[in-house]
T-cell receptor
Framework: DTGVSQDPRHKITKRGQNVTFRCDPISEHNRLYWYRQTLGQGPEFLTYFQNEAQLEKSRLLSDRFSAERPKGSFSTLEIQRTEQGDSAMYLC?????????????FGPGTRLLVL | LAKTTQPISMDSYEGQEVNITCSHNNIATNDYITWYQQFPSQGPRFIIQGYKTKVTNEVASLFIPADRKSSTLSLPRVSLSDTAVYYCLVGDTGRRALTFGSGTRLQVQP
C-alpha cells in the first residue's frame, strides 16, 4: 500500500498522560499536514511541514501540542498532559509541492480517547 | 477564505444519480473547487477538483457555472457504498490549510 499511513489507529489514554502519533506520508510527497476532527465536524487544520520545516501552525495547536518531521519523511504529533477535550480523530495528509493541483491525500487517522 | 454552504443531508436510492450543490458566493479568482468523500472512521478521500465548466473522472462529475458562485457534484448511479459525508472546499491550491465545512451526509437506501 503506497498511501498515507498512521499509527496507532486507536489510542485510549488517561487525562494527564502524554501520547505520540506517527504519520508516514506517500513516499515522494514533500508536504505533510496534521488535522483534527471531532464528531460531526469537518477536519480542522493544525499544522503543516514542507520537508522538515514546520511552516504553519494553527491557533488550535496549543503549547501542549508539538509536531516534528526530523528528516522530511515521517512525522510525529505529540500531545502532552492530555485533556478530555483532546479526544478526536487526528488525521495526517500529504501532498507533492508542484504536483498537479497539489491534492492532499489523507491517512486513515488516529482516534484518541482521553478518559 | 471563501465560505461554502451545502445541504446538511441528502437521501437517495441505489441506481439514482445524486447531485450535491455547494454555494460559494465569494469565491476568488484564484480559487479552485475541491470535493472530498469521507466514510466513518476513515480519512477524507479526494474525489474531484475543478476551476470552471465541467470536470469528469471515473468517479464523479463536477459542474461549475460561468459565475463560479456554486458548483454541483454529480454521482452517477449511486450504490450503498456511496453512503458517506461529502465536503465541498474552495481555495487557492497554493494555500496549505484546507478549510472543511460540516459537509453533506448522503444516505443511499436499497
Amino acid at each position: 500500500d503506497t498511501g498515507v499511513s498512521q499509527d496507532p489507529r486507536h489510542k485510549i489514554t488517561k487525562r494527564g498522560q502524554n501520547v505520540t502519533f506517527r504519520c508516514d506520508p506517500i513516499s515522494e510527497h514533500n508536504r505533510l499536514y496534521w488535522y483534527r476532527q471531532t464528531l460531526g465536524q469537518g477536519p480542522e487544520f493544525l499544522t503543516y511541514f514542507q520537508n522538515e520545516a514546520q511552516l504553519e501552525k494553527s491557533r488550535l495547536l496549543s503549547d501542549r501540542f508539538s509536531a516534528e518531521r526530523p528528516k522530511g519523511s515521517f512525522s510525529t504529533l505529540e500531545i502532552q498532559r492530555t485533556e478530555q477535550g483532546d479526544s478526536a480523530m487526528y488525521l495526517c495528509a500529504s501532498s507533492l509541492r508542484g504536483g498537479i493541483e497539489e491534492t492532499q491525500y489523507f491517512g486513515p487517522g488516529t482516534r484518541l480517547l482521553v478518559l | 477564505l471563501a465560505k461554502t454552504t451545502q445541504p446538511i443531508s441528502m437521501d437517495s436510492y441505489e441506481g439514482q444519480e445524486v447531485n450535491i450543490t455547494c454555494s460559494h458566493n465569494n469565491i476568488a479568482t484564484n480559487d479552485y473547487i475541491t470535493w472530498y468523500q469521507q466514510f466513518p472512521s476513515q480519512g477524507p478521500r479526494f474525489i474531484i477538483q475543478g476551476y470552471k465548466t465541467k470536470v469528469t473522472n471515473e468517479v464523479a462529475s463536477l459542474f461549475i457555472p460561468a459565475d463560479r458562485k456554486s458548483s454541483t457534484l454529480s454521482l452517477p448511479r449511486v450504490s450503498l457504498s456511496d453512503t458517506a459525508v461529502y465536503y465541498c472546499l474552495v481555495g487557492d491550491t497554493g494555500r496549505r490549510a484546507l478549510t472543511f465545512g460540516s459537509g453533506t451526509r448522503l444516505q443511499v437506501q436499497p
